[in-house]
């Protein structure tokens, strides 16, 4: 059973970075297609960028597009999230999530580091 915890969450102000991970245990996650999702207080959780399985693709929410990039290195089981240019308004929990290629559901989860962005 794959088991995904992230870490790297944090204060920080706005204007600066932070990197998440997430790394797999329990299992490769190298033929997974991977993803970070966030949830802020009082909102429901909204996907925030995904990577394939080689790497070749990538997709990020309009709001992150040109701040985050993800990426990933299956040789250590882990997938990264380098977040720039933070505003207050990415402040919530992050969520490292994996699905096999192919599946549509996402079915492996992470229990999620607080990023909080203070103005």
């Known amino acids: 059973q794959v088991q995904l915890v992230e870490s790297g969450g944090g204060l920080v102000q706005a204007g600066g970075s932070l990197r998440l991970s997430c790394a797999a245990s329990?299992?490769?996650?190298?033929?997974?297609?991977m993803a970070w999702f966030r949830q802020a207080p009082g909102k429901e959780r909204e996907f925030v960028a995904a990577?394939?399985?080689?790497?070749?693709?990538?997709n990020y929410a309009d709001f992150v597009k040109g701040r985050f990039t993800i990426s990933r290195d299956n040789a250590k089981n882990t997938v990264y999230l380098q977040m720039n240019s933070l505003k207050p308004e990415d402040t919530a929990v992050y969520y490292c999530?994996?699905?096999?290629?192919?599946?549509?559901?996402?079915?492996?989860w992470g229990q999620g580091t607080q990023v909080t962005v203070s103005s």
């Open positions: 990577i394939s399985w080689s790497a070749v693709r990538t």
């Open positions: 999530a994996g699905r096999m290629t192919g599946l549509t559901v996402y079915r492996y």
């Open positions: 329990g299992g490769t996650v190298s033929n997974f297609d």
